[in-house]
Antibody, heavy 119, light 106 residues
Framework: QVQLVQSGAEVKQPGSSVKVSCKASGGTFNRNTITWVRQAPGQGLEWMGRIIPFLGTTNYARKFQGRVTITADKSTNTAYMELRSLKSEDTTIYYC????????????WGPGTTVTVSS | EIVMTQSPATLSMSPGERVTLSCTANQNVSTKVAWYQQRRGQSPRLLIYGASTRATGVPARFSGSGSGTEFTLTISSLQSEDFAVYYCQQCHNWWTFGQGTRVEVK
């Protein structure tokens, strides 16, 4: 089964941007959907958006529209999530996860990337 | 937005006990519900999808039921490795998660 490998932890200043990567290891994205989910310390899971790398199609949760951009490089089987105008509340773990399509569950998860926003 | 509400927030249980977790959607999501287990320091793991189908490799002690707006995850006999947080998720209209139920040692 394909595994998802994410980039390392980041420390960012308020107002800056962060870009987290998610690479398929041992296979390709195929026609799957790659989603991004975040989890604040001790809190629940929050869906941010998704991309179909095969098509380049993106959709974002209303809360993050205008502040997040999800992209993908089919040649390297890598997806990216960029979050701008960072605030302290963006200090969370960011997960990428794979789903067959929009109405399917997330069956493969990356290990998560911790982003800390602090001055 | 579809809101998923889980109850209770915390369950204090002993190994070997039967556990029932509940999840309610604020609108009809058919059987488009999944359950995830998250152990401390780990990523979520898919347990159940389509409300009642176990994912690959998930032990038979885990079962899911429900349709429409009411859903249940049952662990028939709690094992030590099952103490974790459990999340329900709707896949009917994009994805939203419940706030989680923590199953802790009594």
């Amino acid at each position: 089964q394909v595994q998802l490998v994410q980039s390392g932890a980041e420390v960012k200043q308020p107002g800056s941007s962060v870009k987290v990567s998610c690479k398929a290891s041992g296979g390709t994205f195929n026609r799957n959907t790659i989603t991004w989910v975040r989890q604040a310390p001790g809190q629940g899971l929050e869906w941010m958006g998704r991309i179909i790398p095969f098509l380049g199609t993106t959709n974002y949760a209303r809360k993050f529209q205008g502040r997040v951009t999800i992209t993908a490089d089919k040649s390297t089987n890598t997806a990216y999530m960029e979050l701008r105008s960072l605030k302290s509340e963006d200090t969370t773990i960011y997960y990428c996860a794979s789903a067959r399509a929009a109405n399917f569950p997330m069956d493969v998860w990356g290990p998560g990337t911790t982003v800390t926003v602090s001055s | 937005e579809i809101v998923m509400t889980q109850s209770p927030a915390t369950l204090s249980m002993s190994p070997g006990e039967r556990v029932t977790l509940s999840c309610t959607a604020n609108q009809n999501v058919s059987t488009k519900v999944a359950w995830y287990q998250q152990r401390r320091g780990q990523s979520p793991r898919l347990l159940i999808y389509g409300a009642s189908t176990r994912a690959t490799g998930v032990p038979a002690r885990f079962s899911g039921s429900g349709s429409g707006t009411e859903f249940t995850l049952t662990i028939s006999s709690l094992q030590s490795e099952d103490f974790a947080v459990y999340y329900c998720q709707q896949c009917h209209n994009w994805w939203t998660f419940g706030q989680g139920t923590r199953v802790e040692v009594k």
